[in-house]
């Protein structure tokens, strides 16, 4: 089976709940990740928005997630190293952690893109997504991806 990323607070092509947005508390939405290869060393997980005015904009980068990580709670902490040994990166509002949507105005379509590896990352945290993009190439063992939108 390949790997799997969904929410149970919105499901494929729905909007994302208003609470995880930037007109509300603007919390990470619980996630689940289901058939992980059993070959996995790592989790990583990357928000982004290609519809963005100025380019992809990035919204969350968490990766060294657990490779055992079957789901990630409503507001996943916002700590350069988490309890875990996951770390965040470097989001594109100059973050760290999750910031979620927060289009000027219009409907944007946000990515939720969960990657199982075969190492543990030797990055630290606050990477952008360029450097973790470039981190993973080569060790990707299996990916998906959850697209929800945005109105404002």
């Not at 619980?30 to 380019?55: M, T």
């Not at 979620?100 to 893109?113: E, I, L, N, S, V």
């Not at 543990?120 to 299996?142: M, S, T």
Request: glycine share 8%; with cysteine.
């Amino acid at each position: 089976m390949p790997i799997k990323i969904t929410s149970p607070v919105f499901n494929e092509g729905e909007p994302i709940p208003v609470r995880y947005s930037c007109n509300d508390v603007n919390v990470s939405p619980p996630l689940e990740i289901k058939d992980v290869p059993h070959d996995a060393k790592s989790i990583a997980i990357i928000l982004e928005d290609p519809d963005a005015s100025g380019g992809l904009f990035t919204h969350w980068l968490i990766f060294n997630l657990p490779p055992d990580t079957t789901s990630l709670p409503e507001h996943i902490m916002s700590r350069e190293l988490m309890d875990d040994g996951s770390k965040h990166g470097m989001n594109s509002f100059g973050l760290v952690g999750y910031g979620g949507p927060c289009p000027p105005r219009g409907t944007h379509h946000y990515f939720f893109k969960v990657y199982a590896l075969d190492v543990k990352l030797d990055l630290p945290p606050l990477v952008q997504r360029n450097e973790l993009l470039q981190a993973i190439d080569g060790h990707i063992l299996d990916q998906d991806e959850l697209m929800c939108l945005f109105t404002r």
